[in-house]
């Protein structure tokens, strides 16, 4: 887990054209996503389509990560973050706990851009696996240089689910979805692209990756 500053990002949306500033407040993040090694550890699963222990674990939805975060918190003697209602379609967040959780998009793009201002943190080719470079396929976590903050696979490879709900009033429960994938062009993959979906919509490019309060 990597200890990230706190600070202050602009989010925007592109459909709406709005742009807000959030105050981001200190946590930790996971260096890189979350590994089907990991996920097997500690759930007895191995989802999605492509197999490599240090392959980002895929084919995962919202509702898998978030379960996945209790699921380590437990693990770890830890109090978990969620109350979780599925049938319910409901989740409530105790921002107190300490245990595992997802990022909120707002601590994904100020860790993405780790104090950069441009739309990446570096050279997409040096940085991140994409449509361009990726042979049409994902590949193993760490495998592209780092930002400065020492975070692996911001953006390509696989995107991360995040905490938020999109836009409640138009898409209903959909979720936010940051970073891009290996299947993007390289316009998808910048900081502050935003994507969206259903919490559980389960697809080969999309993963995720977990924070802690510090």
Known sequence: MIAVPPGTVTLTDRRTRHSWPVEVAPFKLSAVPVTQYWYARSTGERP??????????????????????????????????????????????DTAANGYRLPTEAEWEHACRAGSTGPRYGELGEIAWYRDNSAERIHPVAGKRANAWGLYDMLGNTWDWCWDLYDPAVYGSYRVLRGGGWSDEHWSCRASVRRRSHPTFRIDDVGFRIARNP
Request: charged content about 20%; overall charge negative; some cysteine.
């Open 48 to 93: 999605g389509t492509a197999h490599g222990d240090e392959l980002p674990v895929e084919g995962v939805s919202w509702w898998d990560a978030v379960r996945f975060c209790n699921t380590l918190s437990e693990q770890a003697g830890l109090t978990p973050a969620y109350r979780i209602d599925f049938p319910a379609g409901l989740t409530e967040w």
